[in-house]
């Protein structure tokens, strides 16, 4: 994932948390907490999909 791509995905989930705040779906200490932990987010060396075959083939089953 580049740079410029997990940007905008953080950009996004910081928005959707903004507008719930605005609606009252959750607390300010819940968007605080929301927001810190979008914040931390970084970009995988291999997508998902690869990450769940080695998982399944470990007898582990990822859903």
């Known amino acids: 994932m580049n740079t410029q791509e997990l940007a905008l995905k ?3 989930l ?3 948390t903004n507008i719930l705040y605005k609606q009252g779906v959750i607390d300010c200490s819940k968007r605080s907490r929301m927001i810190a932990a979008i914040e931390k987010l970084r970009g995988t ?3 998902v999909s690869q990450k769940q075959n ?3 083939m ?6």
């Not at 470990?58 to 859903?63: F, P, R």
């Open 10 to 12: 953080k950009a996004t």
């Open 14 to 16: 910081t928005a959707w």
């Open 45 to 47: 060396a291999e997508p």
């Open 54 to 56: 080695k998982s399944e």
């Open 58 to 63: 470990k007898g582990i089953k990822v859903v």
